[in-house]
């Protein structure tokens, strides 16, 4: 953290748009400024990865400060400072793009499963401007885990499944039809009406 915190105290940073964004990033957070931290937060997996993910070669990156910058970009619609619709637009490709792992992309992923479940119109409405082709990507992510998850996976799935079902019935169907993919459930699956 303290290479982090000299790079933006003397500005030592390679001068690349990403470094820059984190640099404001650091700075917005510690200031309650979450308008600026949200349009700098990633709007791409791969930035994601770059700015909050352990990696020994980028020492420079948010690492230490995943688990109070993810939970702030989620849960600051609440005050109303963006809209939930704004933070599900910019959250929608992160997911699209991603693939399970531990420490920042699996708090990413927990936070998205949260208001999945507490926002699920807002989600809803966001998945209908999509093909079903890129909502299974989504759908994909949130329901990836790492193998030793597998039956609280399930459970999660259970909880996502009803929120959803609920709302949109097509839309549950491209969830169930990725969930029983990617767990090699050959169960029969019922045709939505």
Request: net charge positive; hydrophobic share 35%; with cysteine.
């Amino acid at each position: 953290m303290m290479s982090f915190l000299q790079c933006f105290s003397y500005k030592t940073c390679n001068n690349n748009d990403l470094n820059n964004k984190m640099v404001i990033l650091y700075k917005s957070y510690n200031e309650k400024k979450y308008y600026i931290f949200f349009n700098n937060f990633p709007s791409n997996f791969n930035n994601l990865i770059y700015s909050y993910d352990y990696n020994a070669r980028n020492k420079n990156n948010l690492y230490n400060l995943y688990d109070k910058h993810i939970p702030y970009f989620f849960d600051s619609y609440k005050t109303g400072r963006v809209g939930v619709d704004e933070i599900i637009k910019k959250i929608y490709p992160i997911a699209c793009e991603g693939r399970w792992s531990a420490d920042a992309v699996d708090l990413f992923q927990n936070c998205l499963r949260k208001m999945i479940v507490n926002e699920t119109p807002w989600i809803i409405q966001e998945l209908k401007k999509h093909s079903n082709d890129r909502n299974t990507k989504f759908w994909h992510f949130v329901l990836d885990g790492s193998p030793s998850l597998d039956k609280q996976i399930k459970v999660i799935y259970n909880d996502l499944y009803k929120a959803v079902s609920k709302q949109d019935p097509k839309q549950a169907y491209v969830m169930k039809l990725e969930f029983n993919r990617m767990y090699n459930l050959n169960k029969k699956i019922n045709m939505c009406k």
